[in-house]
């Protein structure tokens, strides 16, 4: 758009036409108070409080809905401004109570800064104040209905932003007030973008409620560690008695992927860290019974047994499982341990995509894979399967934003009515089961609209094909309904397109990091063969060259007799993925993990590992999306995944620089390290690890892994400095190697709702709390209904 | 060598001595001035508190009514705890010697008059340099400066008060039994700390 001029302050501002003027003031760093507009939100003109002059206009006009136009003349600084201000600021705090040192917005109010920048010192109302208990509208939800200043925020970002539509206005004037959609409690997605986006404390939260103060913690952004599409995430940490306590997650840095978006599991997922029945101490089976005992027992005794086995029975009578939720190091670390220590291929992880399909399919297409920014900007968007509402709430989050403000076109299969329709341009139903027909129509095979045509006629199907097939730029995302050849299909049909890029989804945090990573029993990492001498048989000096066992062929191995060892690392396949626990009677089994889960409970050694919140490294998310893992707190008694696989190698007498590269060819520079104990970022370090140079003395330290995966792995070779400043960083699948087919079957999503998050989610409260309150409501419902 | 070290030390203080002897004399004149003071003042009354062996409660110790001695935690009309715990008295604490934990009140269990209480105030006077920075934070008027001075100990972690031993006395006519209940009084712990 042409380019408009104008002053502001006497500040000459150029800025393109249809900018609003607040929006023009920041671009030229002229701040304009403001409670009610909100970037990406439909105007309200609400608050007052970014009234500014503008020249030959009579009056004060408000910033925050004014266009821009050519030679407008604004002050933003004058008496008559600033007394507005001040008058709109008495005005608020007219009825609002002096809460500040128990609410808990305290510190971090937009009504107390700006009460501190532009208002006035006394209040000359001497009216009692209209006092409004609290509601609680649902476990996580509160409001204090004196202390809200109208803005319309939350009733914006509910509507807008999530489509629930959960909150609204009632009455008008001085008594209008902010209503939740069921009377006197709310049911919603609990997402608690409301209460994250309130410039004050009326909406507050449940979970964070009275504990601490803003100042009091330190704030860690890392990565969520509940769905595959990795928002950042930041945590509050508090010293506590019994160590750190991880207090609140919320989206205080809006730097991430997800802008200002956050789900429940993102904001309120992390209680699971203090749950009673987190493991604080590694177990044994004596006399049949799971026993404490000391790391130094468990791994001893975890070291001598795998070497036996490795060395009487060979690397064929050892499997290892892996996780979805653990770090790219040490999926990295853990299959490079299988694979030259134990000497075994058969290793294997939860698949809940078909990324090697995808691999193999894009071979000689490079670039085609879309990251989860470029959703947001896409021009058109396809999705078949799947429910992102439920399964992939950022990733929904972007479609629908993109749609409300970039007037995207969406395009809908499903078998389900799924709520992502109401943004769609085209929505088309199809019988369940039917989406690998959808692609191979795409693809150009007419007849494959047989199968598909229920509900709309096959010319309707012709047609859209032929629109799609004009979408001068598409994203086309598949869930995964899509296996095997239907992937191939698709790449057939994006390749041909004059712009198309893919998101295949898979379900938990680190899914495509396990799958990038070599967790398949016929792939090392980057989707190479095993069974071709490549980089990693050179690197490693020797791998195994026979593919290995599948999850499911390892549980029949076991029931042979002659799998003599397991080890299971951050999985839960008993209950997941409906393993009979009794195959594993006859094998020596390890579990690391949180909780004492249904396959620690067969396990002979039992080692309580942190959580991804403790611990440091990457995660990749679902489109590709590479994103720094901080740690935030830690527990007593547990150990990162990490280190417990380096110890489990050393109680095997390996070499163990062999396995981490670790205090290899750095002259180390540990320079002068200031102001880290103050907060300040340790500014040196950061220096060094950017540029792989900080010293990595400890075999301990993800950082000598991340050094092998960017050398090793293809498309992992990004941005060191962007990586570790805390910016995603796309992954591309191109360079990888051909990947391969696999028997579709073994793909097991996790079908986890907006409230689940397989076995983690089992011990989040805050999650519970929400799924019983929507018990309770549905069963109340249905008395009411009788 | 030693020997011949000392002698040559000895020949040079005999050197010293015989140059010096005037002001040798001088010195003996400053002495016999600087005593007659102290023989004056022997006889006159006693200036200096006589703490700790003085009478009453605070054995011969007196201050003034502003000094800043260990902090009390003050409670209101009805017994309650003032404090609500704001956190601002930490925050304004330049020795970072206050821990908080807070937590709500319910009406089965209340502490404070406000939404929540401190569920732990722990004030670290191994690090408490007495500036009244936090009484000056209080919203409340929850926290002050009370008259204890007597803190020192062996033990540093002693030094470390919790709420319990900060916490004002409870008036007798809200229940406090002066009899029965010395603890109550005294302030001590009339409600259970969780976690302490
Ligand atoms: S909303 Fe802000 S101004 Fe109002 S009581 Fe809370 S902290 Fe104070
Ligand atoms: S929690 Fe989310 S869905 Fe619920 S009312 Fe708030 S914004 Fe709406
Ligand atoms: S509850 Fe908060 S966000 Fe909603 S209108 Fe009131 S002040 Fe604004
Ligand atoms: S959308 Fe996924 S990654 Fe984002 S906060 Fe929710 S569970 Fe976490
Ligand atoms: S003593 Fe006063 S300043 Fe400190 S937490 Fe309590 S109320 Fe707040
Ligand atoms: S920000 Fe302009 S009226 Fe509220």
Redesign the pocket.
Known sequence: MADVNLTIDGKKVTAPAGTLLIEAAKSAGIEVPSFCYYPNLSLQGACRMCLVKIEKMPKLQTACTTVISEGMMVTTDSDEVRQARKGMIELLLGNHPLDCPVCDAGGECELQDMTFSYGAAESRFIDVKNHRDEQQWSPVVY?DRPR????????RVCGEGMDVWALGVQHRGVSST?VPNQEDHLECEECGM?ID????G??TSGAYRYKTRPWEMKHVGTTCTHCADGCKTTLGVRRCSTGTELVRGDNRDKSGINGDFLCIKGRYGFDFAHHEDRLHQPLIRRNGRLTPCTWEEAFQLTGERLRQIRDREGGDAIAVIGSTRTTNEENYLLQKFARTVLGTNHIDHHRTADYPALVAALAGHPKLTASMRELFEAPAMLLIGNDPTRQHPLLAWQIRNNVRLHRARLYLVNAQPIKLRRQASSFFAIPAGREAEVAAFLAGQDSAVAAIASETSPEAWIRWRDQLRREPKLVVMFGSEIRGDAVASLIKFAADLPEAKLICLGDYANSRGAADMGLYPDLLPGYHPVTEVGEFHKDWGGVPEKPGLSLRQMAEHAQAGKLKALYVVGANPVEELGLDPFVFSQSFVVVEDLFLTETAAIADVVLPAANAYEKSGTFTNTCGDLQLVKKAGEVTGTKSDFEIIVRIADAMGVAVRKLVPFGRGSRADMGQSRGAQSGEADRHSVWLEARGLEPKMSPFDPMAILDEIQRLVPGYDVSRLHLLAGMDQHTSLSGSGPGTKHDPSAIMPARDDLFSSGTLGRYCRTLNAVLENGHKLAAEEEVAAE | MVSAGIGWALATSVVRYTSCKMSFLKGIAAIAKGMSITFREMFQPTQVENYPDGPGPLRGAKFQERYRGVHVLQRDENGLEKCVACFLCAAACPANCIYIEAAENTSAHRVSGAERYARVYNIDYNRCIFCAYCVEACPTDAITHGHGFEIAAFNATNLIFRKEQLLAAKPGHLGANAVFNQVEVAGGAALPVPGS
Do not use: G, N, S
């Open positions: 409001f809200c200043i109208l803005c319309y925020r939350c009733v902010i409301c986006i309130c410039p004050v009326a909406l």
